[in-house]
């Protein structure tokens, strides 16, 4: 079993910048594929970026491409999401998901284990 904690978020600027932080606890969290999904109020969960239990493939939404980058830090046992040129339509919950040997995938029912989310809100 793992346990993800999700850290980051806050309120700024259309523009800015900002990396959240999604740590694994409890068994090797470098077994896991992870992702990032976000929600909005009143939207379904969407798939923004994964990537693969091996580190060696990455994943993102055409909607954050070239905007956000994930990472994977193994030593740390920390999934980075790194979000550039923020948008007002980024603004959301974001949440991470782990799957044992998973690829990363942008399926939600993929992931067995879920953080309790970090909010992003982007002003205009």
């Known amino acids: 079993q793992v346990q993800l904690v999700e850290s980051g978020g806050g309120l700024v600027e259309a523009g800015d910048s900002l990396t959240l932080s999604c740590v694994g606890t409890?068994?090797?969290?470098?077994?896991?594929?992870v992702a990032w999904f976000r929600q909005a109020p009143g939207k379904e969960r969407e798939f923004v970026a994964g990537?693969?239990?091996?580190?060696?493939?990455?994943y993102s939404s055409d909607s954050v491409k070239g905007r956000f980058t994930i990472a994977r830090d193994n030593a740390k046992n920390t999934i980075y999401l790194q979000m550039n040129s923020l948008k007002p339509e980024d603004t959301a919950v974001y949440s991470c998901?782990?799957?044992?040997?998973?690829?990363?995938?942008?399926?939600?029912?993929?992931?067995?284990?879920w953080g309790q989310g970090t909010q992003v809100t982007v002003a205009s």
């Open positions: 409890g068994r090797a969290f470098s077994m896991y594929g």
């Open positions: 998901a782990a799957d044992q040997y998973g690829a990363g995938e942008d399926h939600p029912h993929a992931y067995e284990y």
């Open positions: 990537v693969s239990w091996r580190g060696g493939s990455t």
